[in-house]
């Protein structure tokens, strides 16, 4: 049996990047997928179709209250219910650098996408779920929520460490009303956003010397965890931080 059969799952962020591998590996374990983005999602849903799975768009801009309410009522209104909200969506901006460098434009645009997008998300999913009478969460944070970054991104880890708290009291509150809420904390996945950081071999080994793996994660084996967070199979876990980030910060290694 597939392992979201049954479930509506709405993915934020996921025209493209880990948000579209998430939704194409929801769709094929049986999910009716909604992708919700402010770019257009027709290669995605395209794509999911092919596989037989089953998708729709809709326009979302996370940090809108009013779009944000509107993807969750699409879903339902779709669906018929939702029982998996994948806050995917997020940023990391060029100019994110240090306390001192980093702009107040920088750091506000950072913590509107990542922190109130992801609680909008909860806000507007949660009530939706009560009413499905279950759901899972899965809030994307980062392994530097849980360590600092060695390359300065003061804006993005601060956002990270916010969500990871914000999952902690969501989850919580809401563990007896059969709803979860758990964190995805990913390492540096091989993506298009992490790529342009890498524009030469010295800042690629630069990463790549923290990761006792010794390589980027890929995007499908953060989908697969997300996907473990979403199901019922990890139906005994709330408030909690899956981290997958190659043994980074299970090691201690000094910064070059």
Known sequence: MSRLAGKVALITGASSGLGRVGAERFAAEGARVVVADITDGDEVIDAIAAAGGEASFVACDVTNPESVENAVNFA???YG???VLYNNAGVMLGD???????????????????????MLGCKYAIPAMQQSGSGSIVNVASFVAHMGAATPQIAYTASKGAVLAMTREIATIYARQGIRCNAL???????PLLAKFLSDDAKRNRRLVHIPMGRFGE???????????AS????????????????ITAAYVTPE
Do not use: K
Request: charged residues 15%; negative net charge; hydrophobic residues 35%.
């Open 81 to 83: 219910g939702l029982h």
């Open 96 to 118: 994110d650098d240090n306390p001192v460098t980093t702009s107040v434009e920088t750091y506000q645009r950072t913590m509107d996408i990542n922190v109130l997008g992801t």
């Open 219 to 229: 995007p499908i084996e953060i989908a697969n965890g997300a996907l473990f967070l």
């Open 185 to 191: 904390c990913p390492g540096p996945i091989m993506t």
């Open 232 to 247: 019922d199979e990890s139906s005994w876990m709330t408030g909690q931080s899956l981290i997958i980030d190659g043994g």
């Open 76 to 78: 339902v209104e779709t």
